[in-house]
């Protein structure tokens, strides 16, 4: 399977018995399948049977199944003739005309105009719903090729952008120690300069309490099996994966948010903010994710 987007768009046509039928299925995104139909009431008994079909290939999303039937022009097979009733004019008109020398004879072209002559054939029932069952499963193939597509390019881009995140936090992570030296050397200059006469229990009282707000193991432990969990998803994953990775981006932007607090120089300010300009990014995609 492949990442599949909720936005898609597919149409199918055909002929039934002199109809024309025209089906189009588009989707936009939705947090559940909300499938609403546009169909002529002759179709309505079918509603439940495609919101089925529909359903068995679609998770998420807001989709709309449109639906119109119109008369092929100029087709035997849409019109009949009401030939009880031709019969019945021809027959009027002639008893009249031999009563009345004045009437005309009733031409084709009069009798065709008669209410009724002309009528529209009945189209079977059945007939119809397999026509439109066969074209709403056509349509379904390409409406999911479609999201398929599309997905195709949201996985590229969450990718992209987990790759750079993997980089900026392993930049970060070997990084850090010097910066946490640079920041102890400049913690115990302050020290020394305000309390001349300061004792080396004070300043280690003061070193832990550093430490424990410079300790960022965890957040960057956690941070790179957040990116690697979003990464397998988005590789190997069975079914829907839109919510998943939405909750996996809310603690990812956590974890960001946890690192900037405990910011001990200007690069870790730096890549906090990096770090959540592409969860933002990636967080945009995911809206759009089945």
């Known amino acids: ?33 909300d499938t609403q139909f546009k169909i002529p009431d002759d179709l309505r008994s079918l509603e439940g049977a495609m919101r089925e079909l529909i359903s068995s290939k679609v998770s998420r999303g807001k989709l709309e199944c449109r639906i119109q ?11 009949h003739i009401n030939h009880n009733l031709v019969a019945e004019l021809a027959d009027l008109n002639a008893k009249w005309r ?9 031409s084709v072209a009069d009798i065709l105009r008669f209410p009724g002559v002309i009528a529209s054939a009945d189209v079977d029932g059945d007939e119809l719903a397999d026509a439109v069952m066969r074209l709403l499963v056509q349509a379904l193939d390409d409406f999911v090729a479609s999201r398929e597509r599309e997905g195709e390019k949201l996985h590229a881009h969450i990718v ?38 300061i004792d080396d229990d004070r300043l280690k009282l003061e070193f832990a309490l550093f430490m424990q707000k410079a300790d960022v193991d965890e957040e960057f432990s956690r941070l790179h099996g957040h990116i690697t969990e979003v990464r397998r998803i988005v590789d190997e994953h069975n ?52």
Do not use: Y
Not at 5 to 13: E, I, L, P
Not at 69 to 79: D, G, Q, T, V
């Open 160 to 197: 992209e952008r987990l790759d750079l995140m993997d980089s900026i936090v392993s930049a970060l992570e070997e990084l850090f120690p010097s910066l946490l030296n640079a920041h102890m050397e400049r913690s115990r200059h302050r020290l020394a300069e305000a309390v001349s006469n």
């Open 1 to 33: 399977m492949t990442v599949r987007s909720m936005t898609g768009f597919a149409n199918a046509s055909g002929e039934c018995a002199g109809k024309r039928i025209d089906l189009e299925i588009r989707s936009v995104n939705h947090r559940f399948l």
């Open 98 to 106: 031999k009563k009345h020398d004045d009437l005309a004879k009733l």
């Open 239 to 290: 079914g829907t994966i839109g919510k998943r990775l939405d909750f996996l981006m809310q603690e990812l932007n956590r974890e960001a948010n946890t690192l900037g607090s405990k910011a001990i120089a200007t690069e870790c300010t730096q890549v906090s903010v990096e770090l959540k300009v592409l969860i933002e990014q990636m967080r945009e995609q995911v809206q759009n994710i089945e």
């Open 69 to 79: 039937l119109n008369n092929l022009p100029n087709s035997a097979a849409s019109l």
